[in-house]
């Protein structure tokens, strides 16, 4: 079965940074694309980044993150990482981790529950 649990979320003021994480079980972590995504209060969910499978681990980002955010995977254990900095009150939302390709994008891919960010003025 797979599971994908998040955690590190909270409330921070503006400027501030969390390091949310992703620990994924049930499939072979390494051999998936996984993407970030986020709801914001009473909007639809949005892709946040995404790192790609492999050695290469290529990146992609919203430009919304303006380099705010570093999206990182560490293999071995298995654990999908957003280290969050400059955070603006605009980033409140709900994270989640989703395990993407083989015919799944970030839309219908497994997911997680999620981590809850709130950044206060």
């Known amino acids: 079965e797979v599971q994908l649990v998040e955690s590190g979320g909270g409330m921070v003021q503006t400027g501030g940074s969390l390091r949310l994480s992703c620990v994924a079980s049930?499939?072979?972590?390494?051999?998936?694309?996984m993407a970030w995504v986020r709801q914001r209060p009473g909007q639809g969910p949005e892709w946040v980044s995404l790192i790609s499978r492999g050695t290469s681990a290529s990146t992609f980002y919203q430009q919304f993150t303006q380099g705010r955010f570093t999206i990182s995977r560490d293999n071995d254990k298995n654990t999908l990482y957003l280290q969050m900095n400059s955070l603006k009150p605009e980033d409140t939302a709900l994270y989640y981790c989703?395990?993407?390709?083989?015919?799944?994008?970030?839309?219908?891919?497994?997911r997680g529950p999620g981590t809850q960010v709130t950044v206060s003025p």
């Open positions: 049930g499939f072979t972590f390494s051999d998936y694309d």
């Open positions: 989703v395990r993407t390709g083989y015919g799944k994008s970030w839309l219908d891919g497994d």
